[in-house]
């Protein structure tokens, strides 16, 4: 596995807690999610940029937003108790055929 590749995945975990500390910050009333989600964010911006370097800007933004959508749906449903429909198991399984299916088309 490539350094670009290494730092693509620290910019989905780094983004998935920004937006999981986006919930737990109860719209800015908690002071320590409220300061981690632009910690995070500003961590995974970085990443993400590094990960550019090396890797094709179709195929990192859609795997970072893919499977950073996929890991919040599945926090969400785990964590905070959400729904877990047909339809969002299904949106999520075509979210991760997606992925693989631009990753697999360079």
Excluded: D, Q
Excluded at 19 to 36: A, D, I, N, R, Y
Excluded at 58 to 80: C, K, M, N, R
Aim: proline share 1%; aromatic share 14%.
């Amino acid at each position: 596995m490539s350094t670009s590749w290494i730092y693509l995945i620290a910019a989905i975990l780094f983004e998935v807690s920004g937006t999981t500390c986006m919930k737990l910050s109860e719209g800015f009333t908690k002071l320590v999610p409220s300061v981690l989600i632009f910690v995070f964010y500003g961590l995974c911006f970085s990443f993400l940029t590094l990960a550019l370097k090396r890797l094709e800007v179709s195929v990192a933004y859609s795997v970072w937003a893919g499977l950073g959508t996929v890991l919040i749906a599945i926090i969400g449903i785990i964590w905070f108790r959400e729904s877990a429909t047909f339809t969002k198991v299904l949106s999520i399984a075509l979210i991760i055929m997606g992925v693989i299916g631009i990753n697999a088309s360079k």
